[in-house]
């Protein structure tokens, strides 16, 4: 059913104005709210009792469907975190995570407080089901019943939120981990009440490393500490997993040390890229070619967009600032990633700063012979880049933290390909 559906039945029932119902009710989708809890909100606003006439239909997990509208299940209790919303202007208090049964596993949002915890098997009634990220997702709201299931419910997903950082996937919620602070900052962002101070940095366990921002800076989260962190959840920035302490977290100091990875995993490029994301991995491949915007560059003084032509996506004319960059093309036979060289990257490979790039800019009259002295000395080469790797509609791109000429042996290496073929 559409908008305009949904609203025109709303007004019938309630003898209101549609085109108020319709703004009420679209303000109240655009926050993700299913679009029954967001008709019973209505029918409450205008002195209706907020009930549904839809009959919930029993399920198991595995044949929920956004086609059901509401549905009746009995499942165990996965996880459970907690974390603040602004909805409609104000804070709201929401509790997420996962349930299961044993056809399957489900997320959950519960928009009113209900009594259950990780390890319980519960009768969740009268859910709502919405589509979230290609997916069925149950939202518990005014209209939702919770009670004790009369048995145990038997699953074969693990009970809790313990995991390792290279198990995190954007959307989990109510995990529990266990990391070093290998790098943190304190920044001041412009938050939803204004300035905010926050905390930004990197973690980091046995298995991988992450960025990680502290929404509400603990004092224990400092850099060189080992924390377990709990009720944390995740989401996507920059195409990777980041972890997200909020003030609802708990934060404990560890009797031991974290130990973070000194090396990133080795992945093929076709292997990394099919993986959607990674904040940390190597990659060796050859430099087929250095793409134009390459070398001498300008940025926009107030956002660091490369500037063209005097102008910023942005802030329209600006007089940038001079600055030097790599964009390489890295292949290995299993598919291609952009490798994007900073400041400091770049020179390493130019063999000079920005002051002897726009030397020799001026010099040729044409800043284009420092991408292409850049050209000359990488293209063709084999280069160990390790990185954090994003992937999306325009590409995969490589920000590159180190960029070696590879050491590895060739020879070695056809023979390790080709010993995995025989097998």
């Known amino acids: 059913m559409q908008l305009d559906d949904h609203a025109e039945d709303l007004a019938s029932d309630l003898g209101v104005d549609k085109a108020e119902v319709k703004d009420d009710l679209q303000s109240l989708l655009e926050y993700n709210v299913p679009v029954e809890e967001a008709k ?39 996880t459970k975190g907690t974390r603040s919303i602004r909805y409609q202007g104000e804070d709201r208090v929401i509790r997420e995570g996962e349930f299961a049964d044993d056809t399957g596993r489900i997320s959950y949002t519960a928009w009113e407080e209900f009594d259950f915890e990780p390890g319980d098997s519960i009768t969740v009634g009268n859910a709502n089901v919405r589509e979230w990220e290609g997916n069925p997702e149950l939202n518990l709201g005014t209209n939702t019943t919770v009670a004790a299931a009369g048995e145990a419910v038997e699953t074969p997903y693990e009970v809790g939120g313990d995991r390792d950082l290279i198990d995190l996937e954007p959307g989990d919620r109510g995990r529990t981990v266990e990391v070093t602070v290998v790098d943190l900052e304190r920044r001041t962002i412009d938050g939803r009440d204004g300035e905010t101070e926050i905390l930004s940095g990197v973690v980091a366990d046995e298995s991988a490393r992450l960025p990680l921002t502290d929404w509400d ?25 980041q972890v997200n302490v909020t003030e609802y977290s708990t934060v404990e100091r560890l009797d031991r040390t974290v130990e973070a990875p000194d090396t990133a995993p080795r992945l093929d490029i076709g292997e990394a890229v099919d993986a959607g994301g990674l904040f940390d991995v190597e990659l060796v491949g050859n430099v087929i070619q250095v793409r134009d915007g390459s070398g001498l560059i300008e940025r926009c003084p107030d956002c660091g967009r490369v500037v063209q032509n005097g102008q910023c996506r942005s802030h329209g004319d600006v007089e940038g600032d001079d600055d030097l960059r790599v964009k390489a093309i890295l292949d290995d036979g299993t598919g291609t990633v952009t490798a994007v060289l900073g400041t400091d990257l770049t020179a390493e490979v130019y063999g000079g700063g920005i002051e002897d790039a726009k030397t020799a800019a001026r010099d040729a009259m044409d800043k284009e012979v420092v991408a292409d002295t850049i050209r000359d000395r990488i293209v063709g080469r084999e280069y160990r880049v390790r990185g954090s790797l994003s992937v999306d509609e325009y590409g995969a791109n490589l920000d590159a933290e180190e960029f070696v000429e590879s050491a590895d042996d060739p020879a070695a290496r056809a023979r390790e390909l080709l010993a995995g073929v025989a097998r």
């Open 217 to 241: 800076p603990h004092a224990e989260v400092e850099a060189g500490s080992s924390v377990r962190l709990s009720d944390v959840y995740v989401r996507e920035y920059r195409g990777v997993p």
């Open 40 to 78: 019973a909100s209505i029918r409450r606003k205008h002195g209706g009792d907020g009930g549904s006439s839809a009959t919930p239909t029993t399920r198991s997990l595995a044949d929920v469907t956004p086609d059901d509208g509401s549905v009746t299940t009995t499942v165990r209790v996965l």
